[in-house]
């Protein structure tokens, strides 16, 4: 006799003891199924118990295995019958060994970085205002890094001492001077060259700048940029994008204002604060897309006109979380990041 | 820049309150930074932007206050009575690098009393914070503070010959400054000399030689333009900076050297005495040439702001500003910016000028922005299911530098032989090189929590490495990286939830690989679809020790670009099968050297397209009973027909055929 054949009627057999048990109205139908299942001489449990020895040798630990599992289940429907009509509750009396107070087995679960959450978070935002994110090389040339956002050689920006550059072989080819970008506004570049406005785009990553780490700076950090070109784009529509941008972060109403200040890629540029509980709080840097940026890649500022921000992720993310040290991010304690 | 309240009285009436002045200010361009009361002076403390040197004097502030508050701004004209003979009859200038120093001019008062200040001076000084030294030098700081132009008093009878050479450095040149330490000079710098010696950086500090005592009688009165650039790099090479360098890196106003140079000689004669030379000395290299005038359509502010500003309203501005020659249309305004105010140049400038004066609050902050599609990239939704199945498999995502040591650097990478790039500033520490595994980096996050008591952490981090390439952009590719101290099969087990997370039903692979940083035979590539795509394995004993890690640790790097192809970002349904399973355990006797993936392949070609599962169970050893080098592999197979219930005869037939491939290919005896 094949296993399968013997496993689907021993399962057969354990359906119907169960629901015959299951059915009995008083002591005389119980007793009748008990005899018709677990009789000693002819119930259907002893009939199988015989069939297990047509079973092929191999299979027989499997079979009497299985056999076993179901003796057990109809004896047990059958006690429950029992108790059922003697009067007594069909629950069981209280087990004393459990403990409900005992800990629970948690699953291990990790974090993603505060700063991959703000980011994602950010980007989220975004995407729901129509801006696709864009991405960049970290190592960048001196075109994409300062001179076509209008950052001239003799820009304080480009002092060695205010960036990293590269210790290349070919020092003096101006084609193989290559620096760690110093901020993400070089993505911005590059797609504006590969394709025609409308642009509306966000890019975010890291960026490098020789500083001293110490508690609110760090030699590397992350910034997140948007850029929207296209025709007729004012700054009434920059201002409306992060307001809108700043309440989707913050949940509540809240008002944007510009206090002018001054970047070389932008003009006019402004410092962009959201106003959070009476108090105006810093949120980052914007602007109008300065002419000569536009001409740079090849873009006709009488056409088109565009906009840009940027905001620093762990400042933003500092103040979200209350986290004192920019170093904690970098340092990677788990017992900091399994707070986020 | 700090200013005093009450100096600023001296040029513009202050009829609004500190705070409501600062609170304006910084709404048009001028942060404020703190204020302070001095004695019954208030000290302001205003940032100013790079672009605005015209800011860096209480004039310039107080021109900023009369256009906000429409008040008249005044601003003395000084007339020094000459009486001596003339200047050049006393003093000579050479500049000999105009490059460095574009203009260069000099007054001579002779017969001053050195001595303290008034009263009225020293009070203004000290309320910005600029110490009070005597009449002199405290009147050529005040000129400073109050127009933004540094000036320099030399001593006369000190300067050798009564003569000025501006100069480039020579390479080592040594100097003493008013600070009295020497400074290594270099070329590229800019000195002032007499006949014999450097007696002054130009544009950054004057020197000890001829600085001007309480013997001295006869004054030297330099006012003059220096290069920016210059300026800069050598208050930044020497670390010696100045009011007068932070002025000069933000550009003096060409014009205003004249100016100034009489406004010290009057205040130096109304304070000190003496008698002022006969004219001045002034050696021009380039006269500036002045600004061409800007026009700015009036039809440009409403498309760059979004909002009209009336005509008025801009030629009030304008012209209040300083702009000269204000000519005006029904369509456009002509001016011609004042020399103090080099950054304006363009019509975006002007525009800049108009909206931080009329007020950026006049700008909407609800205005309907067009709504606008936007996409997720492949590459950023891939990441996204990575991170998902990494936190969920109990992976902390960590962050580490890019840049390391140059140790580090070379401890860990398949992805180049080649050295790692360099830059030319070290990061942190010694970290100035640019990585090209994020292995070394996750193993100190490893030791370091470790060594804070966490414990069994587990990391991955998802960062770039960057691949030399001569002459080119470097090779930046996307790793993603991950340590744990649990076994081996542990980590495949991720990586293989991974790649099903990516493709259901998607298989990992490896053959193995023989690295010194793993343990032997302990390393494997990992290979997705025939290609590699990662390295994985536990640490070598000296490894681990290299790394100070107490438990053993095993890493794994995979090149993110090679898994993105490999998903199946829109999963398409395969039916399930309706019918019932039959499920077998086997258990095999092999040699020990019988790999479980080329069993497990006998196992799948024998059992077919009824193949549902084949699970492995464990390995077990009973030298005793089956013999050295003789292992047990137990594993299940659930065979399953998509089209039928098997019947019994199907099911036990699959089964013997698998049991006989595995008899014949991997020599298995099956126990019973």
């Known amino acids: 006799m094949a296993l399968a054949v013997f496993l689907q009627e021993l399962d057969e057999l354990a359906r119907a003891a169960v629901e015959q048990f299951a059915a009995a109205v008083d002591g005389e139908t119980l007793e009748s199924a008990r005899v018709a299942f677990l009789g000693a001489k002819q119930g259907r449990l002893k009939a199988a118990q015989k069939q297990m020895g047509n ?227 810093e949120f980052g840097g914007a602007g109008m897309v300065d002419p000569h940026v536009l001409q740079a890649v090849g873009y006709d500022p009488e056409e088109v006109t565009g906009f840009a921000f940027g905001l620093g992720v762990e400042r933003l993310c500092m103040r979200r979380h209350g986290v004192t040290d920019i170093r904690e991010f970098y340092k990677n304690d788990v017992r900091f990041l399994q707070q986020f | 820049m700090i200013v005093s309240w009450n100096w600023l009285k001296d040029y513009v009436p202050l009829t609004m309150s500190p705070e409501e002045a600062v609170h304006r200010l910084t709404m048009s361009g001028l942060n404020h930074e703190s204020s302070e009361l001095v004695g019954d002076d208030i000290a302001i403390d205003l940032e100013v932007t790079s672009n605005r040197g015209d800011c860096l004097g209480h004039i310039g502030i107080a021109r900023e206050i009369s256009v906000l508050w429409r008040e008249a701004l005044s601003v003395p004209n000084p007339t020094p009575l000459a009486a001596g003979p003339s200047v050049h009859t006393l003093a000579s200038v050479v500049v000999e690098a105009p490059q460095l120093c574009p203009r260069y001019t000099a007054r001579v008062v002779r017969g001053v009393a050195i001595g303290p200040s008034p009263k009225w001076l020293a009070d203004r000084l000290t309320t910005i914070g600029i110490a009070v030294v005597n009449n002199v030098v405290d009147i050529t700081n005040y000129v400073m503070m109050e127009c933004g132009q540094p000036l320099h008093a030399f001593d006369l009878q000190k300067l050798a ?87 000069f890196e933000r550009r003096v106003d060409p014009h205003g050297v004249d100016w ?138 960590a962050m580490t530098p890019s840049l390391v040591e140059k140790e580090q650097s070379e401890e860990f990478s398949p992805w180049s032989g080649e050295p790692c790039l360099s830059v030319s500033l070290a990061m942190l520490r010694g970290a100035d090189h640019l990585r090209k595994s994020l292995v070394p980096s996750i193993l100190r996050v490893m030791q370091l929590n470790e060594s804070l008591g966490n414990k069994d952490p587990e990391f991955f981090e998802t960062a770039r490495v ?122 095999f006797v092999v040699d020990e050297a019988v790999r479980w993936a080329d069993v497990a392949k006998s196992v799948r070609k024998a059992a077919g397209d009824v193949l549902d599962q084949l699970e492995y169970c464990e390995t077990y050893r009973d030298p005793q009973k089956d013999g050295q080098n003789k292992k047990r592999l137990l594993f299940s197979l659930q065979l399953r027909s998509i089209a039928r219930t098997l019947t019994g005869d199907q099911a036990d037939e699959v089964r013997r055929s698998v049991i006989e491939t595995c008899q014949q290919h991997h020599g298995a005896a099956l126990l019973v």
């Open chain 2, 260 to 397: 100034a140079s009489r406004r010290a000689c009057q205040l130096i004669r109304e304070n000190a005495g003496g008698i002022l030379a006969e004219g001045m000395i002034d050696v021009t290299a380039n006269p500036t040439v002045a600004h061409p005038p800007i026009v700015l359509r009036f039809s440009q502010l409403q498309r760059v702001l979004g909002i009209e500003v009336p005509a008025e309203e801009v030629q009030r501005i304008v012209t209040a500003l300083g702009n000269q020659d204000v000519q005006m249309n029904a369509k456009q305004i002509v001016a011609t910016p004042p020399t103090w105010r080099r950054d304006l140049l363009r019509e975006i400038d002007l525009i800049e000028e108009v909206v931080r004066i009329h007020g950026y609050d006049k700008i909407p902050e609800d205005v309907g922005v067009p709504m606008a599609s936007s996409h997720q990239g492949d590459s950023e939704r891939v990441l996204k299911i990575t991170r998902d199945t990494l936190v969920a498999s109990g992976f902390f995502e």
């Open chain 2, 161 to 247: 010959g009564g003569r000025i050479i501006v100069r480039e450095a020579r390479q080592d040149e040594p100097f003493v400054a008013i600070d009295h330490r020497s400074y290594n000079l270099q070329k590229g710098m800019c000195v002032i000399a007499d006949r014999e010696r450097p007696v002054a950086l130009g544009g950054v500090m004057g020197g000890t030689a001829t600085e001007v005592t309480d013997a001295t009688t006869d004054l030297l009165i330099e006012a003059a333009d220096f290069a920016p650039l210059s300026v800069r790099t050598t208050a930044r090479t020497l670390r010696l900076h100045s009011p007068s360098s932070y002025r």
């Open chain 2, 466 to 587: 960057y691949l030399p390439r001569a002459g080119k952009f470097p090779d930046e590719r996307f790793m993603v990286t991950l340590a744990s101290t649990r076994p081996f099969r542990y980590l495949k087990g991720v990586l293989e939830a991974l790649v099903d997370s990516l493709r259901h039903g998607q298989c990992l692979d490896v053959q193995t690989w023989d690295h010194a940083f793993f343990a032997a035979e302990q390393a494997v590539q990992l290979m997705l679809n025939g290609q590699t795509i990662g390295y994985m394995g536990v640490l070598d004993s000296q490894t681990q020790k290299h790394y100070a890690l107490r438990q053993p640790v095993v890493v794994a790097e995979i090149d993110f670009g090679s898994l993105v192809p490999c998903a199946e970002l829109v999963p398409q349904f395969k039916p399930v099968s309706l019918f019932p399973a039959v499920r077998y355990d086997l258990n």
């Open chain 1, 55 to 281: 079973v092929g040798p191999s299979d027989r630990p499997l079979a009497g295995k299985r056999f076993n599992e179901v003796k057990q289940s109809i004896e047990s429907a059958y006690a429950a019958a029992q108790q059922r009509l003697t009067g007594g509750s069909v629950r069981r009396p209280p087990d004393p060994t459990f403990d409900a107070t005992l800990p629970g087995i948690r699953p291990q679960l990790g974090k993603r970085h505060p700063l991959t959450q703000t980011m994602e978070e950010l980007k989220d935002i975004m995407g729901r205002l129509g801006f696709t994110v864009a991405d960049g090389p970290e190592v960048e040339d001196e075109r994409h890094n300062f001179e076509a956002l209008n950052i001239p050689r003799e820009h304080p920006a480009r002092d060695p001492l205010e960036n990293f550059y590269l210790a290349t072989a070919g020092v003096g080819d101006p084609d193989s001077v290559f620096l760690l970008r110093s901020q993400t506004s070089t993505v911005q570049i590059r797609v504006m060259e590969a394709k025609r406005p409308p642009i509306r785009i966000i890019s975010m990553g890291r960026v490098y700048r020789p500083d001293t780490a110490d508690a609110t700076h760090y030699p590397m950090f992350h910034q997140i940029e948007g850029l929207l070109v296209d025709h007729r784009v004012t700054m009434a529509d920059l201002k409306s994008v992060l307001r809108l941008f700043a309440q989707t972060y913050l949940g509540s109403e809240v008002h944007i204002r510009f206090r002018p200040s001054f970047f070389p890629f932008t003009e006019p540029s402004v410092e962009v604060d959201y106003q959070w509980k009476d108090n105006w709080i």
